[in-house]
């Protein structure tokens, strides 16, 4: 099936980079899937996969893991401060933190539950105006008023502008963990996770290439 195929080209991309093998985990991106094709990659035997909103992780989740042993569920989407309390008891980590009162409200959900999803910074590495995200610029200081704040961060994410070479992007990125002691890359998605694991990604995340094209309808 296609998860296969991907995940050949997963590890043939981590050798080619002198990467350890399974240093590079795949998120199988879930969203807006029918519940048919998720359960066809469960059985298949993947356990990792990435949703974009919340109501319908929800929806999907609780189900499948009292099915299956051991499925962790990233959110990679944009995340509503009203939503962070139901995020941290749905997800085992979340992607997209890229303001300050996100963290804030993450951090308190975390001390109160005495347990944290992991946390990466979603950087918008291209300053687009209309993309989430923390400008570079501005990345050292809001990692340092997260960790001040006690929210434990294992590090950055990015999606690198449409029809730009995603290369400088995904190395600018990683320039960014190192500086700031963070280990933790999520990057790459269908069309340059290759590039990404080059670069040093630790999370790519694929979706269509996997289960097909989504129907929205």
């Known amino acids: 099936m296609a998860l296969q195929a991907i995940l050949a080209r997963v590890r043939a991309a981590e050798a080619l980079a002198g990467r350890g093998l399974g240093s590079v985990h795949l998120i199988a991106v879930s969203k807006v899937q029918p519940d048919a094709r998720v ?3 469960l059985i298949a035997g993947h356990r990792l ?3 974009n909103y919340v109501q319908e992780a929800q929806a999907k989740w609780p189900g ?3 099915e ?3 499925v962790q569920v990233h959110m ?3 995340l509503q401060t009203n939503k962070a309390k139901l995020a941290v008891e749905l997800f085992d980590a979340i992607h997209t933190v890229d303001r300050a009162s996100l963290a804030d409200k993450l951090a308190k ?3 109160a539950r005495g347990a944290c999803p992991q946390m990466f910074v979603q950087v918008n590495t291209g300053a687009e105006p209309q993309k989430a995200g923390v400008l570079p610029a501005a990345l050292d200081g809001f990692i340092a008023d997260c960790r001040a704040m006690d929210l434990s961060l294992a ?3 990015c999606i690198p502008p449409e029809g730009e070479d995603a290369g400088p992007h995904f190395a600018a990125l990683a320039g960014m963990a190192a500086r700031n002691g963070l280990t933790g890359l999520s990057m790459g998605m269908s069309g340059d996770f290759e590039a990404a694991i080059a670069a040093g990604a630790t999370h790519v995340r694929v979706g269509s290439a996997i289960f097909g094209a989504r129907s929205y309808g």
Request: net charge negative; no cysteine; proline share 5%.
């Open 76 to 78: 990679i989407g944009p």
């Open 39 to 41: 359960r066809d990659v």
């Open 68 to 70: 299956f042993d051991a």
């Open 155 to 157: 590090g950055l994410m």
């Open 64 to 66: 499948f893991r009292a």
């Open 109 to 111: 959900l975390a001390q």
């Open 49 to 51: 996969f990435g949703e």
